[in-house]
């Protein structure tokens, strides 16, 4: 079967880049999406089968990326998500932060989509 993956950012490049990787990564990986945590929130409540991957970044409106994962960590339906924070935030105290609020890794986003390809197919390839 295969891998369903929410990617939740507001930048609309980020998310077209970001599906574009996934599908030279596997084709048959489901691709969602949310603009921000509060939509992401609701989309998670609203799906039969819960996404493998959440990509997260931390800068959005509504409600940013550590609130998400704050609320998304208090909440045993979907606590088992493992969650990787894409950002372009290299602050040592937002790596520290989101470690210590539940996030399973932590990515800069590259520069390049080579190197954006190479990281991302680490983890659901």
Known sequence: MASVVLYVDDDSDDL???KELLQDINPSIKYLH???GQVAFELLEELVILPDYIFLDINMPVMDGQTFLTKLRKDRRFY???VIVYTTSTRPSDKHLFSNLGAN?????????VD???GISKLVG
């Open 16 to 18: 077209l880049i970001f």
């Open 34 to 36: 949310a603009p921000n």
């Open 80 to 82: 088992s998500i493992p």
């Open 105 to 113: 890794d932590y990515i800069v986003k590259p520069s390049t989509y």
């Open 116 to 118: 954006a390809k190479i």
